[in-house]
């Protein structure tokens, strides 16, 4: 099956947030406190069970260096220019550093959410995505062209942060990994690309997030998941729940009743509001 993104506005935060929050942009992108706090508001805005950090995608990207506008309450940080103009510069970034700049905020934000009691879905971004931050994506497929192994050793870099930030949000106290990889899908950089490079790096993460144990769930954007599916590196299961609930409280309750990770996906994290018509929720196992 392929997944249909329909999108939402649900990262945009409405004024009325803005004026009972009193805080202000790009405030609620870079301190843990006031981040929490939209969070909280948001979460209650909207009438959810999920509290989600961060606001934007460029987290991962900011933490290795990319240079990023931080925006305002209507347009979010975004890619300002490229810190990298080749393969040969971007290999030489180095593991993330979780202990300084907005990715440590993040992660005390979550950590103050879930002590007074939030459920927190941490999102999380793939390789592609991040990297479409620090390199004109036109110099990087040009580089799996030229030097396919370079790109590889930079992706198991990239790979490595990503798992080592996902587990920590999890100590921190999250209960959802929210990962995807919009600008790895299938349908934007090709079957090819995808096979060779975009699939296995995103399966390698989650199977690296999953082999670490836990409560917790890893809950994948139904492109990725899809994705997987097709190419073989993943099958699906059915897990029944109430169809009287919405698609959020049908993930917390398998939190309440599952002791061990639970990977799910085939539907987006952001129709947690949605009510469950048909009250199915999909896990996932990874092929090897």
């Known amino acids: 099956m392929d997944f249909i993104c329909t999108g939402d506005d649900l990262e945009l935060i409405p004024e009325e947030v803005v004026r009972e929050t009193g805080i202000t942009f790009p405030e609620a992108h870079i301190d843990k406190n006031s981040m929490a706090t939209v969070a909280r508001a948001l979460r209650k805005h909207r009438g959810d069970v999920i509290t989600r950090v961060p606001f934007c995608v460029t987290v991962e990207a900011d933490a290795y260096g990319a240079h990023i506008k931080l925006g305002d309450a209507i347009n979010g940080p975004r890619v300002e220019s490229y810190p990298f103009t080749s393969i040969g510069e971007l290999s030489t970034i180095q593991g993330l550093d979780l202990n300084i700049g907005r990715i440590k905020e993040v992660l005390d934000a979550v950590e103050i959410l879930a002590i007074s009691g939030e459920k927190v879905a941490l999102s999380v971004e793939g390789p592609f995505t991040i990297l479409?931050?620090?390199?004109?994506?036109?110099?990087?497929?040009?580089?799996?062209?030229?030097?396919?192994?370079?790109?590889?050793?930079?992706?198991?870099?990239?790979?490595?942060?990503i798992i080592r930030y996902s587990l920590e949000g999890i100590k921190r106290g999250a209960s959802i990994i929210s990962y995807g990889d919009p600008v790895g899908a299938?349908?934007?950089?090709g079957p090819?690309?995808?096979?060779?490079?975009s699939g296995p790096s995103s399966w390698r993460i989650i199977k690296g997030i999953k082999d670490a144990g836990g409560n917790f769930i890893l809950h994948l954007c139904g492109k990725t998941s899809t994705a997987l599916e097709k190419m073989e590196r993943a099958s699906t299961y059915p897990i029944e729940t109430n169809d009287t609930v919405t698609y959020g409280r049908a993930l917390l309750e398998q939190l309440d009743m599952k002791t061990q990770t639970l990977v799910v996906g085939h539907r987006c994290i952001k129709g947690s509001l949605n009510r469950m018509v048909n009250p199915i929720l999909w896990g996932i196992e990874l092929i090897e």
């Open 132 to 161: 479409s931050s620090l390199i004109d994506p036109m110099n990087f497929y040009k580089g799996m062209r030229k030097d396919p192994q370079r790109v590889r050793e930079v992706l198991s870099v990239v790979e490595e942060g």
């Open 186 to 189: 299938m349908g934007i950089i």
């Open 192 to 197: 090819k690309v995808y096979r060779e490079y």
